[in-house]
């Protein structure tokens, strides 16, 4: 079976702080897939990472794909409100049809 | 424009009755899905159509079926509803280029 495991399910900080969420795997992807959902929505993509080693930006937010295409994490510096929803990370396997395997989700609350 | 769009939004109804789910994209996109979310917010694939044409069909009650006229449509038919189908049940369609899925904002659907 193969599982993306996504660390911590829930966290709740200030306003201010910096954060990261993690997500893991024992499979090797051929990318990789953040989303943020909020509550009545659907999950909205942020960024696909590729290249083992490679690292996005996305102003506060930066990602980072592990060298061996099986992690990733999302760094949020200095957190605000705005940042509160569920992170989702997804995989898609190689030669698996395009289908993503998706992570458990991280529950993010920022409180002001 | 909204990108993917599901009606209706919310859907509450009584045990036994059969009802539609309707999704339609306007992003040219070939590939289609439904997704189920539930109350852990865990998003489990349920079907994946690709240019009108069903890839996918995971380990669902034959209760459910989808149809998909055009490839700018993925309707979802539910039979015989039950209470363990209440749920959130999302659209999606996917660029085949980056993987990245747009998704509909979403039904809820309740079963009493």
């Known amino acids: 079976t193969q599982l993306l495991e996504q660390s911590p399910q829930f966290l709740s900080i200030q306003e201010g702080e910096n954060l990261t969420v993690y997500c893991n795997s024992s499979s090797v992807f051929s990318s990789l897939q953040w989303y943020r959902q909020e509550p009545g929505e659907g999950p909205v993509l942020l960024v696909t990472v590729v290249t083992g080693g490679e690292v996005k930006k996305l102003k506060r937010l930066t990602f980072q794909f592990g060298d061996a295409r099986k992690d990733s994490s999302l760094h949020i510096t200095a957190a605000q409100t705005g940042d509160t929803g569920l992170y989702l990370c997804?995989?898609?396997?190689?030669?698996?049809?395009?289908?993503?395997?998706w992570g458990a989700g991280t529950k993010l609350i920022i409180k002001p | 424009d909204t990108a993917v769009s599901q009606t209706p939004k919310y859907l509450v109804t009584q045990m036994g009755n059969d009802k539609s789910i309707k999704c339609e994209q306007n992003?040219?996109?070939?590939?289609m899905y439904w997704y189920k979310q539930d109350s852990k917010k865990f998003l489990k694939i349920m079907f994946s159509y690709n240019n009108k044409e069903l890839i996918i069909n995971e380990t669902v009650p034959n209760r459910f079926s989808p149809k998909s006229p055009d490839k700018a449509h993925l309707n979802l038919h539910i039979n015989s509803l039950e209470l363990g189908d209440s749920a959130v049940y999302f659209c999606?369609?996917?660029?085949?280029?980056?993987?990245?899925?747009?998704f509909g904002s979403g039904t809820r659907l309740t079963v009493v």
């Open positions: 992003l040219g996109h070939d590939t």
């Open positions: 997804a995989g898609a396997l190689s030669g698996s049809n395009y289908q993503l395997i």
């Open positions: 999606a369609s996917q660029d085949r280029g980056n993987y990245g899925y747009t």
